[in-house]
């Protein structure tokens, strides 16, 4: 291990990278960065493009929605 490096800072500025994505632009890129290096790495065959959802289309997320909505109206 080189204790001269900062690997904390690395992987932090590295999800920042890939997090702060604000422009279509940026997001584009990023998935296209992120396809080539998980091909690279996985090979063609186990790899497929990310397509994250939207928070309010998963199943959980709405579950939770409508408990908190149920018991607000409860009161």
């Known amino acids: 291990v080189d204790?001269?490096?900062?690997?904390?800072?690395?992987?932090?500025?590295?999800?920042?990278f890939f997090e702060d994505c604000y422009t279509e632009q940026e997001k584009v890129e990023t998935a296209k960065l992120l396809l080539w290096w998980n091909r690279s790495v996985f090979g063609h065959m186990n790899t497929s493009t990310y397509r994250p959802q939207a928070m309010e289309k998963m199943s959980v997320a709405s579950t939770l929605r409508k408990r908190h909505c149920g018991a607000a109206w409860s009161g």
């Open 3 to 16: 204790e001269d490096f900062n690997y904390k800072a690395f992987y932090n500025n590295i999800a920042s």
